[in-house]
């Protein structure tokens, strides 16, 4: 298996342009998440889907985020517009939700910069 | 408060030593407690879960639960310069799916 993949893996880009980060989640995992990390705050949860619906999105920091999970194998995280503090490494994860403990797996990450 | 404490560190332990490393949560409803290990630039990895008061050992790595003081801990035997990383905390929350990571641990092992 390939594990999660992200894509893409550098963005840089100005303040006002949209973003648009990729996850492909590991074939036969039902549940995606989507975080942010930074030096100041660590790593957020962001939004969670199962089975592709969104299930909790408290964590979305406002407005400006959304995500989207049209099948079971993509998911996507927008900003629009950026600004200079949503850069960060946004790493998306995937699990088999089911008994027992709910092991995630990352993606290598997203390194966004908005300059 | 935040919902998962770590000493943000560094903590420097000479190799072949036993590193500790400590967490404390605030949901007493948790169920599930994770140690993922993350290199400088990459992404998390998962060290090991546990859910049952005691004590899990996994080659190395031991994990230590004590639900009644909220106290989660990873002790590391025989420290390597390659266990240098951080470490970071996982609970789920609200007795739910989704984790919360803690600000991580930053491990130092000196030859």
């Known amino acids: 298996d390939a594990g999660v993949i992200q894509s893409p893996r550098h963005e840089v880009t100005e303040m006002g342009q949209e973003v648009t980060l990729r996850c492909k989640p590991i074939?036969?995992?039902?549940?995606l998440f989507w975080y942010r990390q930074t030096m100041m705050r660590g790593l957020e949860l962001l939004i969670y889907f199962n089975n592709n619906v969104p299930i909790d999105d408290s964590g979305m920091p406002e407005d400006r985020f959304s995500a989207k999970m049209p099948n079971a194998s993509f998911s996507t995280l927008k900003i629009q517009p950026s600004e200079p503090r949503d850069s960060a490494v946004y790493f998306c994860?995937?699990?088999?939700?089911?008994?027992?403990?709910?092991?995630?797996?990352f993606g290598a990450g997203s390194r966004l910069t908005v300059l | 408060q935040k919902e998962v404490e770590q000493n943000s560190g560094p903590l420097s332990v000479p190799e072949g030593a036993i590193a500790s490393l400590n967490c404390t949560y605030s949901?007493?409803?948790?169920?599930?407690f994770f140690w993922y290990r993350q290199y400088s630039g990459k992404s998390p990895e998962l060290i090991m879960f546990?859910?049952?008061?005691g004590d899990k050992e996994d080659g190395r790595f031991t994990a230590q639960l004590n639900k009644a003081s909220q106290y989660v801990s990873l002790l590391i035997r025989d420290s390597q310069p390659s266990d240098s990383a951080t470490y970071l905390c996982?609970?789920?929350?609200?007795?739910?799916?989704?984790?919360?990571f803690g600000g991580g641990t930053r491990l130092m092992v000196k030859p």
């Open positions: 546990i859910y049952s008061n």
């Open positions: 994860a995937s699990s088999i939700r089911g008994t027992g403990a709910n092991v995630l797996t």
């Open positions: 949901d007493r409803g948790s169920q599930s």
């Open positions: 996982a609970v789920t929350i609200n007795a739910g799916n989704m984790l919360t």
């Open positions: 074939s036969g995992h039902n549940s």
